[in-house]
């Protein structure tokens, strides 16, 4: 009881001096978020997760591919006159230019983006696609995140709940389960520099817009509009989807239905769609080599400590295709609390 006190003390201090440098930064609570102060957490946080980067030549020039069609898309669907509510707030070329799609070895199957110039494609998500498609269209999920700027979203509702924690009086005391585990992910600081994303996933309607936009990069992208949905199709075969209704993320089912929705008016809206159809970059068969290829490197990577560690933030952040935690995330996510208890105060 005692250490607990102290801990909580400790947090507290924590968030004072935390709102002092968001204060600084002019991120402060209620603020909009700046792309300098996202893409600056997101550089830091990438340090962590670097050595979780395949650096096989063949698959990261793939992967680049499929990223540059997708960017390339969005640039001409902005162009073309498509955007989104805040898009120009700040000039957003950045987004068109610096962002970078690793293929990570992770057993986790998910993809994720810390909201700058990185977005993970997790190694097993990879081996799991069953074609070009399906990973086209996760790649395309992820990059509307960014477009979106849903991260600037999440880091605004933190500030909003750490802030709601100093005027408690105490950190955390009058918070919940959830709010007082976000809070002390995000008071993680230098030692686990990609904690602070931990407890924030995107929210639904984030979620729902991320499919969106993804949606629209995806078949300008040149990719095939009836097979957007597939990934989740798949993944609602294979038992991953809730039936809760009220979940924090969407349902697989019914972002298969809104994928069957948009390919439908996409086609009937625009006589002319085919024109933006482009062959896939490798057929099937290339596809599938490439996903062993992914699958045994990511066996053969030689384990230390800083590979685990950014194993283990990649298997802790947010899920961002399945609708539930899966128990390799729930895991890391309780190994990462533990450490965060373990930092010398
Ligand atoms: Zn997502």
Request: charged share 25%; glycine share 8%.
């Amino acid at each position: 009881m005692k250490h607990e006190t102290r801990n909580d003390w400790v947090m507290w201090m924590r968030a004072m001096l935390l709102i002092f440098g968001l204060a600084l930064t002019g991120a402060g609570v209620g603020c909009t978020v700046d792309d300098s102060v996202v893409r600056a957490q997101a550089n830091d946080a990438h340090k962590q997760i670097d050595r979780a980067v395949l650096t096989d030549p063949v698959l990261n020039d793939y992967v680049a591919q499929i990223g540059r069609r997708v960017v390339m898309a969005a640039r001409e669907a902005v162009k073309a006159g498509y955007e989104q509510d805040n898009l120009f707030r700040e000039d957003p070329q950045w987004m068109f230019e610096d962002v970078k799609f690793h293929l990570v070895a992770s057993d986790t199957l998910n993809a994720f983006t810390t909201g700058g110039q990185h977005v993970y494609l997790y190694t097993e998500l990879f081996a799991t696609s069953a074609t070009e498609d399906e990973f086209a269209a996760v790649v395309a999920h992820e990059f509307a995140h960014i477009f979106g700027r849903h991260v600037h979203n999440g880091m605004r509702r933190q500030y909003a709940i750490l802030g709601s924690a100093l005027a408690a009086g105490a950190a955390g005391y009058a918070l919940g389960g959830d709010d007082r585990e976000q809070v002390a992910m995000m008071l993680a600081g230098g030692t686990l520099v990609g904690g602070q994303f931990v407890g924030a996933g995107f929210s639904r309607k984030d979620e729902d817009q991320a499919d969106k936009f993804g949606f629209r990069f995806y078949v300008i992208g040149g990719w095939d509009p009836d097979r957007f949905g597939d990934f989740f199709r798949q993944m609602v075969a294979k038992g991953y989807d809730t039936s809760d209704p009220m979940a924090s993320h969407p349902q697989l089912s019914q972002r298969v239905k809104n994928a069957e929705r948009r390919a439908a008016e996409w086609k009937n809206e625009r006589p002319d769609w085919q024109r933006h159809r482009q062959p896939n970059i490798v057929g099937p068969q290339r596809f599938a080599e490439l996903r062993d290829r992914a699958r045994k490197l990511t066996r053969s990577m030689p384990k230390d400590k800083s590979l685990e560690a950014a194993q283990l933030m990649l298997a802790a952040f947010p899920s961002c295709v399945a609708p539930t935690a899966q128990p390799s995330q729930t895991k890391a996510r309780k190994r990462v609390a533990e450490l965060l208890q373990d930092i010398p105060q």
